[in-house]
Every structure is written in structure tokens, then in C-alpha cells.
């Protein structure tokens, strides 16, 4: 296989696997209908506490990450025309964004995993220590840039528009699920936040894998059963 097809295909599996693995992180969380925010240390500890498919669930989101990383840098490879400033800038944004989610998930949830690991009567003394992760103290302030993430690839979400690669529908499922993930850890927005970006981009990627990378199935009409070598439209977009 040629190492532009494994480059094109790499990148459609990317923008196909890493909202699905999001979505399956955010579900993973225990009390997901809650609807409260993370505030307390009593809530973080229900959160995590003897729940491994917690943590496993973070992992999955740890692992999603590479993938963000290629689906971002592949955005700002193929946007060449009137979004490529858009796809740029973007891309700056969501990468280290996405550089940030992965200090998120290694710093604070594949520790709480190894303290989750202690002895009964060692957790509960350890558990008054748990407010400097609640309060961000320290250096944990650059949490707080984690919405780099989903601005970046917002940005990057209009300029794919701008180039046709998406329709109308699937920017504005990407682009509201990417914001529902700017949220105080409520999980279950987060969690219908990632569903819509499965909406936005796993019929890109699927497109992508049919070899028709600028089709869209709103802003382009039928084809015929032959994959377009070219990856463009057999019939101009409108």
C-alpha cells in the first residue's frame, strides 16, 4: 500500500474512531444522569472511588488523543483553499488543546487510578488532599486551557465547510457538540456533545474510506457506483 493511501486512510479512521472513543469515555462515568457539576471533593470520590470502569473509561479518552492529533494536523493538510487560515489557526488551537486533554487524563485520572489502589483505612486518610486537584492548585491551572480543544477544531469545523468537504448539517452538529464540551464536568452534556460529532464526522470519514473526500451527502448529488480516484465530487458541489 502507498503511503498516501495509508495517509488517507489513517485519516479517516481517525476522524471516525476518536469521537466514538469519547463517547464511550464519557458514558463509562458513573451517575451519568446526574447532571451535577464536579465541585466537591465528596463528589469526586463518588466519581472514582471502587469504579474501575471510571477509569477505564479515562483511559479510552488518553488513547483518543493520538487520534485527535493526526484528525487536526490532517485538517490543516487538506483546507488549501478559501480555509486554509481557518484550518491553520485552527489547528494551532485544537493541538495544543489536545496536548492539554492528555496532561488532563495522565496527571489527574491515571493517578486517581493508582490511588484507588490503597488500603480502605489509607484512602480515607488521603482523601482530605483531594481538594488541591478540586481547586486546580499548583501548576493544574493549565487544565483550564482544555477548551483550546474545541475551539481550535470549531475553527477548523468552518473552514471544512468554506471548502465543502462537510454540509451545513454536519458543521453545525460538530460545531454545537465540540461547544457542549465546554462544560463543569457534567458528563452527560459532554456525552451528547460527543455524540453529535459522530454525526458531523463519521459520514465524512466513511466517504473518505469510499475514496469521495469532498462529497457530501447534503451538498453534492448521487454518484454512481465508481469511486472517484481524484477524491472530488463526480458532479461539482452546489
Not at 163 to 171: V, Y
Request: glycine fraction near 8%; hydrophobic fraction near 55%; aromatic fraction near 12%.
Amino acid at each position: 500500500m502507498k503511503i498516501e493511501s495509508i495517509k488517507i486512510k489513517g485519516f479517516a479512521i481517525s476522524i471516525v474512531a476518536f469521537p466514538v472513543m469519547l463517547l464511550i469515555g464519557f458514558l463509562m462515568h458513573p451517575n451519568l444522569l446526574k447532571l451535577e457539576a464536579l465541585q466537591t471533593v465528596e463528589q469526586l470520590v463518588g466519581r472514582f472511588h471502587n469504579q474501575p470502569i471510571y477509569h477505564i473509561g479515562h483511559l479510552i479518552v488518553l488513547f483518543a488523543v493520538p487520534l485527535i492529533m493526526i484528525a487536526l494536523i490532517s485538517f490543516m493538510n487538506v483546507l488549501q483553499g478559501s480555509g486554509k487560515q481557518l484550518g491553520f489557526w485552527g489547528g494551532i488551537f485544537g493541538l495544543f488543546g489536545a496536548f492539554i486533554l492528555a496532561v488532563d487524563k495522565g496527571a489527574l485520572c491515571l493517578v486517581l487510578s493508582a490511588f484507588d489502589t490503597l488500603p480502605e483505612d489509607q484512602f480515607q486518610e488521603f482523601v482530605p488532599f483531594l481538594s488541591v486537584i478540586i481547586n486546580k492548585a499548583g501548576l493544574l491551572w493549565v487544565v483550564w486551557l482544555l477548551p483550546l480543544l474545541p475551539i481550535g477544531a470549531a475553527i477548523q469545523a468552518f473552514g471544512l465547510f468554506k471548502e465543502r468537504f462537510i454540509s451545513k448539517w454536519q458543521t453545525a452538529c460538530i460545531i454545537s457538540g465540540l461547544l457542549l464540551l465546554n462544560n463543569p464536568d457534567i458528563e452527560f452534556i459532554s456525552a451528547f456533545g460527543a455524540l453529535l460529532m459522530c454525526a458531523g464526522y463519521i459520514p465524512w470519514g466513511v466517504r473518505i474510506l469510499q475514496g469521495r473526500m469532498k462529497c457530501s451527502s447534503t451538498a453534492c448529488p448521487k454518484f454512481d457506483t465508481r469511486k472517484d480516484r481524484n477524491f472530488k465530487c463526480l458532479k461539482p458541489c452546489v
